[in-house]
């Protein structure tokens, strides 16, 4: 008997852009979750498929939140969690069940493991000739058994060139933001690709590659490189094109100036009481300012010693000079312009903290409506009682 399945809906997208959109989730790890999160937020019902064994994020710890990686929780809010053996004929049944009624699929499976499991394109085409099938992968389509880790992204990809002191070693950006990029990227695809069905009435396939995210985030470096040949290296946190940008000690603590423009940089000389320094030939201009980046990181490393980070960050605030002193994540996350963090309550786990989705719809900050799920929560919801319970014998 082919099984039924009952797609969730929540109220709470009642009004969102993405509302009635169904959404399933065969991702695991980040990029892939990451997106479909975000189609949540904006009002997509998303299912969530997992292995008896779980998205392997939720052993990525510690640390960990009653007992599950606090990994796991960063990208799978607003999702009904569900587990499938998509190895076994039930379970491959039940995936049948939700693709022919799904508007989008997300995977990121290489391509032996997509075709093995019967979510590759063209199957799952054959079932639901209107999906939106979404693949992300490491290197693109054209290298579809080839695996891509952000750290590998990040060092093939020409982004740990660019980060990291000048005398030191190449870095790696303190969030995975090969996964991020690609997750993000994934969510522009997946929307614009419905919007083309709305006009065709058919869907598509789409792609999208970490590696290929990071090269379209080097932007200005490797526009300087295709137009100008201009090697890109490391500078810390300095920027390659504007000076002063980056970070310079004060008294007390390290404190960011970015006087992008002449006129701020004449403003950031008065507060410091070196006016001089904006009429130096040497520094008069942001050309003559990047060629002479040392010495002018000198004068204004010795001007900002007389006084604190917090006492200059208030000055140059008032004269209208972009600034801002170092936070810790929880100082992050914690202050003023932190609008957008929210809270959600499990009815097991208890209160949950995200940052949320930065899109705001008629100016309001899209509220966090279901808590990451647990381990198949929500069985009994997509399927019948009694065809949860068969699940629950199988694993």
């Not at 039924?4 to 509302?19: F, I, Q, V």
């Not at 997509?44 to 994020?57: I, L, W, Y």
């Not at 006016?275 to 008069?284: A, G, I, K, V």
Request: aromatic share 6%; hydrophobic share 40%.
């Amino acid at each position: 008997m082919t099984p039924e399945a009952r797609w969730p809906r929540s109220p709470a997208n009642s009004g969102r852009p993405l509302d009635g959109v169904k959404v399933l989730d065969l991702s695991r790890v980040l990029a892939g979750p990451y997106c479909t999160m975000v189609l949540a937020d904006l009002g997509a019902d998303v299912v969530k498929v997992e292995s008896p064994a779980g998205d392997e994020t939720r052993r990525w710890g510690p640390p960990f939140f009653q007992g599950t990686a606090a990994y796991y929780f960063g990208p799978n809010r607003n999702k009904w969690g569900i587990v499938l053996d998509l190895a076994s004929p039930t379970g491959r049944e039940r995936l049948d069940t939700l693709l022919a009624e799904a508007d989008v699929v997300v995977h990121n499976f290489t391509g032996e493991i997509a075709t093995r499991l019967g979510v590759d394109w063209e199957r799952v085409a054959s079932i639901n000739p209107r999906i939106v099938h979404l693949t992300l992968s490491g290197f693109g389509p054209e290298e579809p058994e080839r695996r891509g880790y952000d750290l590998i992204i990040q060092a093939l990809g020409g982004l740990m060139a660019v980060t990291g002191e000048p005398a030191g070693g190449p870095v790696k950006v303190g969030v995975p933001i090969a996964d991020l990029s690609a997750g993000l990227y994934a969510v522009s695809a997946v929307t614009s690709a419905l919007y083309e069905r709305d006009r065709t009435g058919t869907g598509t396939p789409v792609h999208v590659s970490l590696y290929e995210s990071v090269l379209s985030l080097l932007s200005n470096q490797a526009a300087g490189w295709f137009l100008a040949g201009a090697p890109a290296g490391r500078l810390g946190t300095e920027h390659p094109h504007v000076v002063p940008y980056g970070v310079y000690p004060t008294a007390t603590s390290p404190l960011v100036i970015a006087a992008g423009t002449d006129a701020q940089f004449r403003e950031l000389c008065m507060v410091l009481g070196r006016p001089d320094l904006s009429t130096d030939p040497r520094f008069h201009s942001n050309g003559a300012r990047v060629a002479y980046r040392d010495a002018l990181r000198k004068e204004l490393e010795q001007a900002l010693a007389a006084d604190s980070a917090d006492a200059w960050a208030d000055s140059l605030e008032a004269r209208g000079v972009p600034n801002g002193v170092v936070r810790e994540v929880p100082e992050a996350v914690t202050a003023p312009e932190a609008r957008s963090v929210r809270t959600v309550t499990h009815p097991s786990l208890g209160v949950i903290t995200h940052a949320m989705t930065p899109i705001r719809v008629h100016d309001q900050i899209l509220e966090p409506y279901l808590a990451p799920p647990t381990l198949g929560e929500h069985d009994g919801v997509v399927f019948p009682t009694e065809l949860a319970q068969e699940t629950e014998q199988e694993r």
